[in-house]
């Protein structure tokens, strides 16, 4: 571990190889932008209103341009980008998004969009003195001292900034920095406490056996009846979440001529699963609710063996009718 007094100082070491992309303000609202000077960076501000997924998924993208029977790639060149200031719940989305876009093993996905911007990306986090109300990290096995994921993980002290090198991208990245070797980080550890006890903690059980076991034993609850009726459909919570990826794909030609794109869609739209014949598996809100729950809590452990819900709070904050999603599964905990 190093200690640093100043930030800047990692700030411009980093800047001279990598574009600084961190939260700037826009509006009244806090996004991922690529920042130009340390000074318009919001280092008081926890979290962005959308998460850092753009940087490696964009909102709407270009997948090709097509010209009678040829295809042909975009030309936007990735740059290298350090991704600044990032929270450890946005970087376990960041670790999830890997995971479905980049699978293991030869038959399994990788999107090459998605892989030549994560490639290309230096992720430096940083450990969340203040959680917000919001926050439900620790009751999804996250905490808001947990640097794995990141690249460089930067912890505030009382005087200064201990840094951490989780990976050898980052201890490369640093290679060169003005640093003070650090023995005793017991300090830490009591930080790490005082934090997480700022925390509400939800009682989903243990990943496996907990809140997943549930959900399997409700697919024909009554429950999916009863929390659905104040959402309108409006999809803000999966724009705004870490680790949502569903996206539709959709054609744009004049003649022989055109482009396919593609954009972030929601399972909580109506026409989300609706069928070219008119039928639609999934017409009602409590279907699609238990599809959302159960993807976050069930269906993704089953796969992936970790929630799919980082308990950042975003879509609680974003829903314009106040629908919490830690509450939703905490009630399903309990439900008889
Ligand atoms: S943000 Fe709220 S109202 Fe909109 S789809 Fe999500 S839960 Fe429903
Ligand atoms: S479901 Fe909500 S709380 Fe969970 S990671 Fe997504 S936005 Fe954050």
Known sequence: MIKINDLRTLFEHLKR?????????????????????YDDWESSVLLGNF??????????EVLFYFKAQKTILPKDEVKPNVLWGVRPCDIAGIGE??????QEGEEGYKDPYFIQRFDKTLI????????????????????????EGADIFIYPTEDGYLIETPSKKGEAAIEGLDVEEVGDVSQLEVDRRRAESKIKKYEFGSVTGGIADKLKQMIDS??????HSACIGCGTCAFVC??????????????????????????LYEGYTLETSGHNPRPSGSQRWRQRLNHKFNYFVEVFGMYQCLGCGRCGRACPVNINIAEIAAKAISWE
């Not at 990598?18 to 000077?37: A, H, N, P, T």
């Not at 998460?51 to 709407?60: G, R």
């Not at 998004?97 to 980049?102: D, Q």
């Not at 870490?242 to 399972?267: E, I, K, N, Y």
Request: proline fraction near 6%; charged fraction near 25%; aromatic fraction near 14%.
């Open 51 to 60: 998460s850092p997924k753009e940087v490696f998924f964009p909102q709407d």
């Open 17 to 37: 190889e990598s574009q600084i992309v961190g939260l700037k303000k826009d509006g009244s609202r806090y996004f991922y932008q690529v920042i130009d000077l």
């Open 97 to 102: 998004l890997e995971r479905m876009f980049n």
């Open 242 to 267: 870490p680790s949502c990826h569903c996206f539709d794909v959709s054609d744009a030609s004049r003649g022989a001529r055109g482009l396919r794109s593609r954009q972030w869609d929601s399972c």
């Open 124 to 147: 430096v986090g940083l450990a969340c003195t203040e959680p917000w109300p919001s926050c439900f990290c620790t009751s999804v096995e996250g905490s808001p001292y947990k640097s």
């Open 222 to 227: 009554s429950f999916w009846d009863s929390i």
